[in-house]
């Protein structure tokens, strides 16, 4: 028969699991090999937006298959500012507007999208959002898009991108700085 003592134990260490469980493992899933959801909105990470500020630069690389620039503000005021363009057959693809911004104490990714002649994808006052599911010192974790700093002068960019049937497909951005 367990002593009072270790029963009392082996109740608060059940709480701390129990606890950690709850508010920990479900706050995000992963959602494809480098991608991670945001099971509940209320469970985003503390963030500011100095902490991306080694994504700002100028990006190049190969993609969808085409050539992908992305180019990246330092962090000022709350928020940094990108600018996207895929290029195929020496003819722009699409372009995006992207902003990361402080947001309830953490950060939002919003993405416009636009075709060549800038007509937008989304509506007037819509844009596509990925709250932040996890930062680390080199990677931040987006809900289905993922930046991950892989030297000093190189970044992949994962999204998850839903293909025609509703099936969703990991797509990988592989860019290096330019200088």
Known sequence: MKSFSEIKAIRIWSSFWLLLVVNGSFAQSQL?????????????????ISQLSWIAGHWQGEALGGICQEHWVEPLAGSMTGMFQLIRDDKITFYEFLVIAEEAGSLILKIKHFSPDLKGWEEKDESTLFPLVKLTGNEAFFDGLTFRQTSTDSLTVFVVIEQEGGVAEEAAFRYYRIK
Request: charged share 20%.
């Open 32 to 48: 494809s090999p480098n991608t991670l959801r945001l099971d509940d909105p209320q469970n985003m990470p503390p963030a500011n």
